[in-house]
């Protein structure tokens, strides 16, 4: 007692509040200093870079938005250069780059459209060539939704007897199609695109008998208006790619 009388004394407060200033002090300096635990160092360079947001994406927005991969981690301005690339299809809501927790980007990006015509004319520009490597647009799905999704399965073979038609609308029948193509040679084969619901995502594939005919129908038809929609018509001549690692 005679300690504590004294203490209390000489700094001018008493025994409990000199504990509650003591505690207080431990209570307020501990969670301050961002806890790192030692088997996972990562922690404490996540908790320093508040300035780095965590990507979200609101996944009732997928048939507007797009993901693209495989870019270059070098990449200066990913939202500048994707717009520039992607401004073509139509107007860009928004695009979201993924980076690390160390700042750095990681090559994926989320590119969001303000209409869904927009999104399912820049799936075209898959396999596009961007700073010397190809860019991967895929469909933006929601795997927790649909764990059996498969992005489009693009045969790695050269198929210059193959057209690859976008743009299409979605009113578009395969008989419509075939109608349009059998007039620049013989139509092997139409397949049209369609979601997991069955509904048309203004894509198809159209085989024909040869190369040469499929090279007419390319010359004839790209850039050719359907229904006011303006098509885009190329040869289907996919290069060897793997699928495209999605973020974390």
Known sequence: QARKRHKGEGDGLLPEEDMEVEMGLFGRSGPEKPKTDPANPKEKASTSRKDIPKVFHDSSKDHVTVFVSNLAYSMADPQEKLKELFQSCGEVAEIRPVFSNKGTFRGYCYVEFKEEKSALQALALDRTA?????????????????????????????????????GLPFSCTKEELEDLCKAHGNVKDIRLVTNRAGKPKGLAYVEYENEAQASQAVLKMDGL????????????????????????
């Open 130 to 166: 961007v700073e010397g490597r190809p860019m991967f647009v895929s469909p933006c799905v929601d795997k927790n939704k649909n764990p059996d999704f498969k992005v489009f399965r693009y045969s790695t073979t050269l198929e210059k007897h193959k057209l690859f038609i976008s």
């Open 225 to 248: 208006t359907v229904k006011e929609h303006v098509i885009k018509v190329a040869i289907s001549n996919p290069p060897l790619r793997r699928a495209p690692e999605r973020p974390e």
